[in-house]
């Protein structure tokens, strides 16, 4: 069973940053691949970046440069710097464990994110 905690989230102005924490329980942080996602209210989640356990990461055009995903497995955390943020932003933000040779796909409850103009 794993369990993830989103914290960081909050009001913030365009322009500015903020960093969302995902701690993970278990045993396997190390090997799955995490992620974050967001919703927006009236939208779907989307996704908006992944990093593998070899510190791989990808993101979705609309964040590149912007936000940057990290991970520290010694403390089975996930990590994502939102820089530049814009009102478009808006959103709850979930963190993801992906683990296929055990077919884990987990959630956290999420945590908001409020970019205010």
């Known amino acids: 069973q794993v369990q993830l905690v989103e914290s960081g989230g909050g009001l913030v102005p365009a322009g500015g940053s903020l960093r969302l924490f995902c701690a993970a329980s278990?045993?396997?942080?190390?090997?799955?691949?995490m992620g974050w996602y967001r919703q927006a209210t009236g939208k779907q989640r989307e996704l908006v970046a992944t990093i593998s356990g070899d510190g791989t990461s990808s993101y979705v055009d609309s964040v590149k440069g912007r936000f940057t995903i990290s991970r520290d497995n010694a403390k089975s955390t996930v990590y994502l710097q939102m820089n530049s943020l814009k009102l478009e932003d808006t959103a709850v933000y979930y963190c993801n464990l992906k683990y296929l040779l055990r077919r884990y796909d987990y959630w956290g409850r999420g945590t908001q994110v409020t970019v205010s103009s």
């Open positions: 278990g045993s396997i942080f190390s090997r799955a691949t």
